[in-house]
Each structure stands twice: as structure tokens, then as C-alpha cells.
Nanobody, 124 residues
Framework: QVRLVESGGGLVQAGASLRLSCAAS????????MAWFRQAPGKEREFVAA????????VYADSVKGRFTISGDNAKNTVYLQMNSLKPEDTAVYYC?????????????????WGQGTQVTVSS
């Protein structure tokens, strides 16, 4: 079993930055891909960013490309999401997820473990 705990969310103004963290514990593996998804009220969960096992490659949703950066620290079993130039449309609950595979995929169904989420609210 793998446990994921997100932190770092909050209320910020448009243009500000936040860094989310996701700490993994349990049967973790440095070869597992990890990802961030988000869900706004009344909307489906959507892909934000993913990093491959070992951190060799990353993939981003078009809506966050150039503003968000995903990174990982294998020594701390933690993945980060640096969010810059935040916009009101980035407001959502952000979830961390991991899968046993190495490849960074964008489909929620391919991730086996999820955190409880952290709220990010961006005011205009």
C-alpha cells in the first residue's frame, strides 16, 4: 500500500506562486511515475503534470505549460508542483497520484494511489 499526503495549498491572488508537496510513504518505489491532477467544483478531474519514474521526463497540460513545474526528490519520497503566475481558473483541489509503472501518463484511471487533495484558491 502507498500513502500520499499533499500540502502547500492556500488562498493567493492572481499572479502569485505556490509550491505543492506530495509525500509518499509505504511501498514506494523511485521507479514509479507520479502526477498531479486537479478538480474544480462541478468539473471532472483533469490532468495537470506528471513525472516519470526516476524523473527522466515530464509532461504538462497545455493550460499550465510554462507556468507549472513538476519535480521529485527520491531521497525524500516527495514530488513537488511549483505553480507560478497563478490564475483564477487554476482554482481547484489538487491531487497527487502514483502508479507502479515508470511512464508518466495523463489518464487518471492509470494511477492506483491518490492523496486526499489540497485546496488552491486564486482570487482575481
Amino acid at each position: 500500500q502507498v500513502r500520499l499526503v499533499e500540502s502547500g495549498g492556500g488562498l493567493v491572488q492572481a499572479g502569485a506562486s505556490l509550491r505543492l508537496s506530495c509525500a509518499a510513504s509505504g511501498r514506494t518505489s523511485s521507479s514509479s511515475a507520479m502526477a498531479w491532477f486537479r478538480q474544480a467544483p462541478g468539473k471532472e478531474r483533469e490532468f495537470v503534470a506528471a513525472i516519470s519514474g526516476g524523473g527522466g521526463s515530464t509532461v504538462y497540460a497545455d493550460s499550465v505549460k510554462g507556468r507549472f513545474t513538476i519535480s521529485g526528490d527520491n531521497a525524500k519520497n516527495t514530488v513537488y508542483l511549483q505553480m507560478n503566475s497563478l490564475k483564477p481558473e487554476d482554482t481547484a483541489v489538487y491531487y497527487c497520484a502514483t502508479r507502479w509503472g515508470t511512464i508518466a501518463v495523463v489518464t487518471p484511471a492509470q494511477y492506483s494511489y491518490w492523496g486526499q487533495g489540497t485546496q488552491v484558491t486564486v482570487s482575481s
